[in-house]
Antibody, heavy 124, light 111 residues
């Protein structure tokens, strides 16, 4: 079973770019036909799917965040990354990286496993 | 407002059975997209509990079960234990929004 670990700055200033990296261990990020995703959770609130990337580099983002999100993959480091630009206080949340699994079509996908999460606070 | 609607809270005594509902619409659950359930213990990341409506990953006790009918899905927990106290989230795909969506979460209290 692979394990995931998020890393990156815990504090970002408004209007700047949030950058996080997810390191995958216990298996190759490029093995099998998996996608990799980012999900966030504001304190005391629910979960919001941010986007996903395939090992080919193909991406798909939540339309509500699409203009500000970039997800990339570095297979040599077994990592994938999230960049969210022009952040505001509304982007303050715990950010999780996760494997995006499915059995027939991606519409049926679920998320497992998850990293422990990292809190990113947007404040000056 | 979440696309998938869950009750904010449910409670039950040890040993009892509780159910958590997840109500969607014709663009998500009603369209036939799978429903998945996650358990989030305090201060931890969500953990997959049920996938593809009613399947349990290895290691999840059979006290947890999932079902789906029409535009709704349910998670049932039998033989409630103190360690089940957590937040529970349902998840599916929404074709109108073209995103994977979550319910607002249900806080389970074991009395």
């Amino acid at each position: 079973q692979v394990q995931l670990q998020e890393s990156g700055p815990g504090l970002v200033k408004p209007s700047q770019t949030l950058s996080l990296t997810c390191t995958v261990s216990g298996g190759s990020i490029s093995s099998d036909n998996y996608y990799w995703s980012w999900i966030r959770q504001p304190a005391g609130k629910g979960l919001e799917w941010i986007g996903r990337i395939y090992i080919s580099g193909s991406t798909y983002y939540n339309p509500s965040l699409k203009s500000r999100v970039t997800i990339s993959v570095d297979m040599s480091k077994n990592q994938f990354s999230l960049k969210l630009s022009s952040v505001t206080a509304a982007d303050t949340a715990v950010y999780y990286c996760t494997k995006f699994s499915y059995y027939s079509a991606t519409y049926y996908a679920w998320f497992d496993p998850w990293g422990p999460g990292t809190l990113v606070t947007v404040s000056s | 407002q979440s696309v998938l609607t869950q009750p904010p809270s449910v409670s039950g005594a040890p040993g009892q059975r509780v159910t958590i509902s997840c109500t969607g619409s014709s663009s998500n659950i009603g369209a036939g997209y799978d429903v998945h359930w996650y358990q989030q213990l305090p201060g931890t990341a969500p953990k997959l509990l049920i996938y593809a409506d009613s399947n349990r990953p290895s290691g999840v006790p059979d006290r947890f079960s999932g079902s789906k009918s029409g535009t709704s899905a349910s998670l049932a927990i039998t033989g409630l234990q103190a360690e089940d106290e957590a937040d529970y989230y349902c998840q599916s795909y929404d074709s109108s929004l073209s995103v994977w969506v979550f319910g607002g979460g249900t806080q389970l209290t074991v009395l």
